[in-house]
């Protein structure tokens, strides 16, 4: 994936300001005043492979508190230097009243227009369709003199790593995961930017008029992980094409306490999976079977490992016994009581079982979004999926005590 985030493009807009000769002949009109000449130095600091380097903004210039002389003019360079599109003999207006320039960027002519010091911006969901956007502040400027913008991100960006901390649980899980793909649920896409709040908290998001979509993000390659230290957590950077964006703002969490009657509400994280788990014992304990057991127990107990629970091991011989089950948990299930229960050997861990989950029993599984600060301006955030804290769509603790239900009944 990309570097870390930075602030991006470093834009100056330096003027000439060689002055301009003027010619004395009859003539009523003004001074024109300096000529606007703009320099673009990108230093090369920028996320996302959408702008790594500026090509196009638009940029509004206000004159004391209220001469707008410059109106979301969009500036492009053709190859012979930067320009505004209609003004290319743009001048300063003259005057002793300080400047003030507001600036955005996402490299097309379709960047939010600015309008008493605001924009309104709907970041798309579908990742695919999600482009970088810059903005620039530059205050008390004097007419004629240089002027420099700094551009920041405007929104955040989201980078995963995922997980199961095994620690939370109290140590080791005979899990194995297999995972595919993560949504972010009910997170906000619309928002208002006032530049008067620039410097810390420029966003607004009206939780009536919010667009609350979902963002999924599909892997480029299905993860598999087992439990570890929250250190071991698997970066996803790199599986993910591009970069997710999100609008900044502080999403209200799913409020589950890992009981009964908590439905799915406010935002979460979705995600799809299977999640293999290996009981302990072998079949052979598992059935129940010991030194005492007559040829009619290990009958029945082998009818049941070769209809029940379905077993690859060899039944010519006693290999069958030593297997070692394998339950493959659908996440969704709505009476939490219990799931489903597949089995294998412990040879066919990947080449069956996991396989044929991935094909039938792959569903999503829910962990509340919980953030402390939220999204940030300018900001990438970096979340850890915690697996050690999924939830059913009940709102239920995936990992409560339960008791497996298995059919008794070919």
């Known amino acids: 994936m990309k570097k870390l985030f930075r602030p991006a493009a470093l834009i100056a807009l330096a ?7 003027k010619e004395h002949h009859p003539s009523p009109n003004p001074d024109p005043g300096k000529p606007f000449i703009v320099q673009v130095v990108n230093n090369g ?49 003259g005057g002793t009243d300080k400047h003030t320039f507001y600036a955005t960027c996402d ?48 929104l955040s960006s989201v980078k995963f790593k995922i997980g199961f901390d095994k620690e939370a649980r109290g140590g080791d899980y005979n899990l194995h995961f297999h995972v595919t793909k993560i949504t972010l649920h009910h997170v906000a896409t619309k928002g208002t930017f006032d530049f008067a709040n ?25 993860v598999d ?14 599986n993910i094409d591009g970069e997710i ?21 406010n935002s979460y994280i979705g995600v799809t999976c299977q999640v293999v788990e290996y009981y302990p014992e072998t079949f052979y304990d598992l059935a129940g079977l010991d030194e005492n057991s007559d040829e009619e127990d290990y009958d029945d107990a082998q009818y049941m490992y070769i209809n029940v629970y379905k077993g690859y091991g060899s039944t010519d011989n006693d290999d069958w016994l030593n297997d070692q089950v394998i339950g493959v948990h659908i996440p969704t299930a709505s009476d939490w009581a219990e799931h489903v229960i597949l089995e294998s050997t412990l040879k ?27 999204f940030g301006f300018n900001k990438t955030n970096l979340i850890n999926v915690r697996m050690d804290k999924m939830k059913y769509d009940n709102g239920k603790d995936f990992y409560a005590p339960h008791s497996p239900i298995i059919p008794i009944n070919p």
Not at 225 to 236: D, G, K, Q, Y
Not at 246 to 265: A, C, E, F, I, S
Not at 360 to 372: A, G, K, Q, R, S
């Open 15 to 21: 003027s000439a300001l060689s002055g301009c000769s």
């Open 45 to 93: 600091e920028t996320r996302g492979a959408e702008i790594s380097a500026v090509s196009a903004f638009k940029m509004v210039g206000v004159q004391g508190t209220s001469n707008m002389w410059m109106d979301n003019f969009l500036f492009t360079n053709s190859g012979s230097g930067w320009a505004a599109a209609g003004h290319e003999n743009l001048h300063w207006p």
């Open 107 to 154: 490299n097309t002519d379709a960047a939010p227009a600015i309008e008493n010091g605001k924009f309104v911006y709907t970041v798309p969901s579908d990742v695919f369709a999600q482009k970088d956007l810059l903005v620039s502040l530059s205050e008390d400027n004097e007419d004629g003199t240089p002027v420099s913008l700094l551009f920041k991100h405007a």
């Open 198 to 222: 620039y410097a810390s908290a420029p966003w607004t998001v009206d939780p009536e008029d919010a667009g609350y979509e979902d963002i999924v993000v599909e892997l480029k390659t299905p």
């Open 225 to 238: 992980f087992t439990p570890s230290a929250v250190s071991e957590f698997i970066s996803l950077d790199g």
């Open 245 to 265: 964006y999100v609008m900044p703002h502080k999403p209200t969490p799913w409020d589950t306490d890992g009981t009964y009657g908590h439905p799915l509400n």
């Open 348 to 374: 066919h861990r990947n080449a069956e079982a996991a396989a044929n989950g991935t094909e039938d029993n792959v569903e999503e599984i829910f962990i509340p979004l919980e953030m402390t600060n939220g």
